[in-house]
């Protein structure tokens, strides 16, 4: 599981070295889009990465800063005569935009388009991707706004060591044993999934939060996450406007991480008006010291 920003940029005036927001996660061979602002297909191309793979994408809120370059990527992918079907979780308003684009624009999708719209105060299970459950939970911005965690579900992993002394490295049988638990061989021995299961390891998870002021809803969304990307659109010293606006500063969203236990805290989001990102993120060590800046097309681990 991995993700990469590739926007960090909030809104306000176009920047040639700065875009606006945008993210993938990589599950598997699959990437799951979170917002797709202006040049997001540009971004992918500079990442190394293809837009094929993009069969989930889910959308914040409905600012400019964060759906215009859907339907450039729809054109693309319709131009590239895709098939497989693509699904959008969005907030109200997004499949009438998106549709009355393609009609003035002539362009007649050769996918299926499947639309999940998320109504005011929704909250839970979204989708099902690769071994994990995506969640989401409205926030508190201007317009409707909502924070996404995908969640790892708890699998077992095989220790290649036990199977080396087992006898049964690169064996078929191992898909049985994984199915159905147990397997007897030949010589009457009979392996189970905990003979050759790895120690266990903590699911991971990934929280994108949508643009939001302070509220509990990220706390809840984010418990014990292993990875929050989360906006900071302000310093401390913008507090008060920072609520006005519906955003947060960088040690709001530190805040929002120590209290919800999060591992490591990624910020992004950041006005147009810091030439360097870099005070934010120390005034949010101050409060919660696994907090990083978020890089353009720096993929990230999680």
Known sequence: MEFCVLGTKAGGVPLVKKHSSATFLRLGAELVLFDCAEHTQVQLLRAGVSWAHINHIFISHL????????????????????????????PKGLEEYLRLGMRIMDVQP??????????????????????????TRMLEHRITSFGF??????????????????????????????????????????????????????????????????CDAVVELAKNATVMLHEATFDAS?????????????????????KAGVERLFLTHF????????????????????????????LEKV
């Open 271 to 298: 006005s147009v008006r810091y030439k360097s990102a870099t005070p934010l993120i120390r005034e949010a060590r101050k409060v919660f010291p696994e907090t990083f800046m978020a890089k353009e097309l720096k």
């Open 238 to 258: 913008m507090t008060e406007k920072a609520g006005e606006r519906y955003h947060c500063t960088s040690h709001q969203a530190a805040e929002h991480a120590a």
């Open 63 to 90: 600012h400019g800063d964060h759906i215009l370059g859907l339907p450039p990527l729809l054109s693309t992918m319709n131009g590239d005569r895709r098939t497989a079907p693509l699904h959008i979780y969005a």
């Open 110 to 135: 050769n996918f299926d388009l499947h639309f999940t719209t998320l109504e005011e105060g929704f909250s839970g299970e979204l989708a099902q991707i690769r071994g994990c459950t995506v969640h």
């Open 149 to 214: 965690r995908v969640q790892e579900e708890e699998q077992a992993h095989i220790d290649t060591e036990k199977l080396r002394v087992l006898g049964l490295e690169s064996d078929k049988r191992i898909g049985i044993i994984k199915r159905e638990g147990s397997i007897t061989l030949e010589d009457g021995r009979t392996i189970s999934l905990a003979d050759i299961a790895a120690p266990p390891r903590k699911p991971r998870s990934f929280v994108y939060c949508g643009d939001t002021r302070v």
